[in-house]
């Protein structure tokens, strides 16, 4: 199959001094008010809490917890997530992320733009919709954020089959109902993808969460300046945030990014596959000399409705992709569809695993999934700040006329000078 891959750089080694990670920058009362008494030992993390008591003798009641860190539960391009558990109750489990600060100055992160992101949406008038944190913590070379551990892992870990429409409607109205909150507290996702919803409940009654702010960013309604974060999973990002639109479309990042995305999400749990399985597919379509694959989906038997909506979803045009709250109001999620014969049955977390040969990839992965995708995936590195670098970018090469066997030297010269470095990219041909 045709596509690209990425591999890890290895960033330059940490100074024994590095202590701060973003300066001069402005730091939430929400950000600090999370943030965890906190010492850190070879063995363990202990923290001290404050819980209220029930005298005044005894208002602030001190309790200490120490957490033993055990087995990786998977890394990412800015991070590794662990899973932990309390001595004092071996019951209790965490999942703890932990970002080197070298590899955010390196990439130039923000790490408060994600913990802004994860504690806002801990609310609990938002904790059925996303993976919930309960504080931070840091030391010299790196900060840690500690999440609810879920140990059923994220979707992608469930799709070695197509899932039933009628559990899709189910995964696609929460997805929904999670990005509208995000949208309407002026937060863009911008890594929406099954490795990044989490699993609190199998098929057929599916209960997923939102988890990993890693390159989330909050669009501040009074601002024309935006970013074009050049980051996350291809397969599922928006042709907007790849730079794979004429200047005169491209505008700015908005929140009808994640809508694609979402389409993206949905297509692959109904058909197994991802729209485009490689940039020419995905150029051309977006030129007009392919229509949107729908084949596959109705050989799934995948209603016209559900066609015509994701077809809606991955529009070219982002303004013509309906918002989470039309998604979430669709016929569509109201449509009583029925079980098939051949899907009856294939949802239990026990039938996905016997079934997978990958089956050692069913470890929970907590918060974070590999950072691989075996059909596609391409990680930017740099972003473009300010709306005045936006204004007069070098022309992406015209796509009319584009043919598969110039594309790939087309993809990769229009990659490297319009959007910096790439990963060590390569056709596999």
Same mark, same amino acid.
């Given at each position: 199959?045709?596509?690209?891959?990425?591999?890890?750089?290895?960033? =330059?080694?940490?100074?024994?001094?590095? $202590?701060? !990670?973003?300066?001069?920058?402005?730091?939430?009362?929400?950000?600090?008010?999370?943030?965890?008494? $906190?010492?850190?030992?070879? $063995?363990?993390?202990?923290?001290?809490?404050?819980? =209220?008591?029930?005298?005044?003798?005894?208002?602030?009641?001190?309790?200490?917890?120490?957490? !033993?860190?055990?087995?990786?539960?998977?890394?990412?391009?800015?991070?590794?997530?662990?899973?932990?558990?309390?001595?004092?109750?071996?019951? #209790?489990?965490?999942?703890?992320?932990?970002?080197?600060?070298?590899?955010?100055?390196?990439?130039?992160?923000?790490? $408060?733009?994600?913990?802004?992101? !994860?504690? #806002?949406?801990?609310?609990? #008038?938002?904790?059925?919709?996303?993976?919930?944190?309960?504080?931070?913590?840091?030391?010299?070379?790196?900060?840690?954020?500690?999440?609810?551990?879920?140990?059923?892992?994220?979707?992608?870990?469930?799709l070695s089959r197509p899932l039933p429409e009628c559990e899709v409607q189910v995964i696609f109205l929460q997805i929904a109902e999670g990005l509208e909150y995000m949208h309407d507290n002026r937060f863009i996702h911008r890594d929406l993808k099954p490795a990044n919803i989490m699993v609190v409940n199998t098929g057929p009654n599916w209960f997923v969460k939102i988890a990993d702010f890693g390159i989330s960013k909050r669009r501040w309604q009074d601002s024309t300046t935006t970013s074009t974060l050049q980051r996350g999973t291809i397969a599922f990002a928006a042709p907007e945030q790849l730079g794979f639109l004429k200047a005169s479309n491209r505008g700015s990042l908005t929140f009808l990014s994640d809508m694609w995305s979402l389409g993206a999400v949905a297509y692959k749990l109904l058909s197994k596959k991802i729209p485009f399985s490689d940039i020419p597919d995905l150029m051309n379509y977006l030129s007009g000399q392919l229509p949107l694959p729908i084949e596959i989906l109705q050989s799934k038997g995948v209603s016209k409705v559900a066609q015509k909506l994701l077809a809606d979803l991955l529009s070219p045009e982002p303004h013509q992709r309906p918002s989470a709250r039309l998604c979430r109001e669709h016929p569509w999620i109201s449509m009583q569809i029925p079980l098939t014969t051949t899907e009856a049955g294939t949802t239990s977390t026990e039938q996905f695993i016997n079934q997978d040969e990958t089956s050692k990839l069913f470890e929970p992965s907590a918060v974070w999934s590999e950072d691989i995708d075996p059909e596609m995936n391409i990680t930017f590195l740099n972003e473009c700040p300010s709306e005045s670098r936006l204004s007069t970018p070098e022309p992406l090469p015209d796509v009319t006329g584009y043919n598969h066997s110039s594309a790939s030297l087309l993809v990769k010269e229009s990659l490297h000078r319009n959007h910096g470095q790439v990963r060590q990219n390569h056709c596999r041909r």
């Open positions: 199959m045709d596509g690209f891959s990425a591999s890890q750089r290895v960033p =330059p080694s940490p100074s024994p001094k590095t $202590t701060k !990670i973003v300066k001069a920058r402005y730091v939430s009362d929400l950000v600090l008010d999370s943030k965890l008494d $906190t010492e850190i030992s070879n $063995t363990y993390t202990q923290h001290v809490r404050y819980i =209220p008591g029930h005298a005044a003798s005894e208002r602030r009641v001190r309790v200490v917890e120490r957490w !033993i860190r055990e087995n990786p539960l998977g890394r990412g391009s800015y991070g590794t997530v662990y899973r932990e558990r309390c001595e004092e109750d071996e019951s #209790k489990l965490r999942a703890v992320k932990e970002i080197g600060k070298y590899t955010m100055e390196w990439e130039k992160l923000d790490y $408060t733009r994600e913990l802004e992101a !994860i504690f #806002k949406f801990s609310h609990p #008038k938002y904790s059925h919709c996303f993976v919930c944190a309960d504080g931070w913590f840091e030391n010299d070379l790196s900060v840690f954020i500690s999440m609810e551990y879920l140990s059923l892992g994220d979707l992608g870990r469930y």
